[in-house]
């Protein structure tokens, strides 16, 4: 695939390509970040028919009666099970996103020391195989994303291992989402508020379907349009952090559809990517110029993550 970083397009790369030459990868994707906080991703493994299972489980769990989803609203922020819709809303925002979600966390065993700060997951009943088949999802995606943050290591210049004792058993999280058709107006409500990911890389499956646009530097909103199967891939905040802002945290949004799709509901299902919660995320050696302090003061992943979860009303 090519590598077409236009001024209104993010790189479009394949994991094929880090096979044939890990650095040329590296940089394909590195500067994509640096300029947008985005990339797309081709070939990434995660197979088309546990893509299909899992949007047709998700499909049908939105699909049961308001009063049986509710049952799985935990009142934990949002973390694990069910999140109603119009709740959550985007820092900085009045007006509540347009959509409902499901989460699903990493399965700890008993007596894990995370524990404690990771809560256990709840499974719908109604919905044969959602278990199995998220838990499937769950691990591909944490496979997937250890390939694309090996890739972020080399660009930045570190042992291309680096992060994988960052996130080992971190607190990544799963989200199954809907965005209901609008058969009404929905005055200043979109589908999600223009916002920045907390964590440390997102990778987003159903973005094909057309709303998702990110802002470029010089302020324009601009479309990012996958191919179907891809993922679309950014920034989180926890990772500009670490590299004190070399890497893009890219506010982004989900517009209204247009009104021929208006009826259209919208499903995707990002992947969160967390550090795990007792990492500490500083700027790493070679981020701060000489004579310069740290964009940002160390904080803990955990700490980091409470602190921007109730600045969107999910904690």
Do not use: C
């Not at 994988?164 to 058969?183: A, E, F, I, K």
């Amino acid at each position: 695939m090519t590598d077409t970083l236009t001024p209104d397009a993010i790189a479009s790369v394949s994991l094929t390509e880090a096979e044939r030459d890990r650095d040329a990868f590296a940089q394909k994707l590195g500067r994509s970040f640096e300029e947008y906080g985005f990339a797309v991703l081709a070939d990434h493994g995660i197979p088309d028919d546990l893509i299909h299972r899992a949007e047709e489980k998700a499909k049908a769990f939105f699909a049961l009666p308001e009063e049986v989803k509710r049952n799985y609203a935990l009142g934990q922020g949002g973390a694990r099970g069910y999140t109603p819709f119009g709740i959550e809303t985007a820092k900085g925002h009045k007006a509540h996103d347009l959509k409902e979600f499901w989460h699903v966390g990493r399965e700890l065993p008993q007596g894990h020391k995370f524990s404690d700060v990771m809560a256990p997951n709840v499974w719908p009943d109604e919905v044969p195989g959602f278990r199995e088949t998220f838990l499937e999802l769950y691990d591909t995606f944490d496979r997937t994303g250890l390939k694309v943050l090996a890739a972020i290591a080399r660009y930045l210049g570190v042992d291309e291992d680096y992060f994988t004792d960052t996130v080992r058993d971190g607190n990544s999280v799963m989200r199954l989402l809907h965005y209901p058709p609008q058969t009404e107006p929905t005055g200043e409500h979109i589908r999600a508020g223009a916002h920045e990911d907390i964590n440390t890389i997102t990778l987003l499956l159903g973005a094909e379907e057309a709303g998702l646009e990110l802002l470029t530097r010089d302020g324009r909103w601009i479309p990012v349009s996958p191919k179907p199967g891809e993922l679309v891939i950014n920034i989180g905040d926890m990772l500009q952090r670490l590299t004190n802002g070399k890497l893009r945290s890219t506010s982004h949004r989900v517009v209204n559809p247009s009104p021929d799709r208006a009826s259209n509901a919208r499903y995707s299902m990002p992947f969160f990517l967390h550090f795990r919660p007792d990492f500490i995320i500083e700027a790493l050696p070679g981020t701060v110029r000489a004579g310069e302090e740290p964009k940002w003061p160390p904080i803990s992943s955990h700490d980091y993550l409470m602190e921007r979860l109730r600045e969107i009303k999910l904690a």
